[in-house]
């Protein structure tokens, strides 16, 4: 199961056009000015990442040029952007936010214990202290982009369910069509009426649905059980 959903996270997040979603956007439009701006926060994300290797948070900043790689990667292109890496930079940022607030905290209530030259503590305290507003930025931009992108990516497939609407909602070879082909799409959410007779105007017997799967009506004469006499 681990090894399934790593493998998963690698191909969302870590290599970049290795499948998955990919949407173009219009040179000049609100997702166009977004990414920019994203741009721009992973550029940020990878100069802080720089800052924390040099100021002795090893991992931390390992962690910040991954997450920067990835949200770099996932929107670098407007021809090409992946909503999943930019979701999954969404995440980074959440959790680095997280423990830049905790590791914060421990510095202002003075104890967690640095190590090394006073310039290199000093440092580690500055942007540890910053980080927690950039992180906060980046969600925001981050975010607001992968919501621009669901509701164009939504825009995008209510145009082909209007477009190809038997691909959706079934009809010939589809879902809830009768031509015996394979399943074409899924069937149309929501309530299913049953079939209706209009020359008995009423709903269709049991023996009447299906034209051949349930039987037929019956038309002969009845005869009660027992006694075997006709029933009038």
């Not at 969302?12 to 166009?32: I, K, N, R």
């Not at 931009?141 to 669901?150: F, G, I, M, T």
């Not at 899924?186 to 020359?199: I, K, L, R, T």
């Amino acid at each position: 199961f681990f090894f399934q959903c790593g493998d998963q996270f690698a191909r969302m997040c870590l290599f970049p056009q290795s499948g998955g979603l990919a949407l173009a956007v219009t040179p000049g439009t609100e997702v166009d000015k977004w990414r920019q701006a994203m741009i721009v926060v992973c550029s940020l994300h990878c100069v802080l990442g720089i800052l924390n290797l040099i100021g002795g948070n090893v991992w931390d900043g390992i962690f910040d040029l991954l997450g920067a790689w990835i949200g770099y990667f996932g929107c670098r292109g407007r021809v090409r952007i992946q909503p999943t890496m930019v979701l999954c930079y969404v995440v980074f940022v959440i959790m680095d936010c997280f423990w830049a607030s905790l590791n914060s905290m421990l510095l202002l209530a003075d104890v967690k214990d640095l190590d090394g030259a006073q310039w290199r503590q000093d440092l580690y305290r500055y942007v540890t202290y910053a980080s927690v507003f950039f992180y906060a930025l980046a969600i925001f931009v981050s975010y607001r982009l992968y919501k621009l992108l669901q509701y164009e990516w939504n825009l995008i497939m209510q145009g082909r369910m209007e477009q190809y609407p038997a691909a959706y909602q079934g009809g010939g070879g589809g879902v809830s069509g009768g031509g015996g082909g394979r399943a074409s799409g899924f069937a149309a959410p929501g309530v299913v009426n049953p079939p209706v007779d209009p020359s008995r105007g009423g709903l269709l017997g049991s023996g009447q649905r299906g034209g051949g799967g349930g039987g037929n009506a019956f038309k002969g004469q009845g005869y009660r059980l027992g006694d075997g006499k006709r029933v009038t």
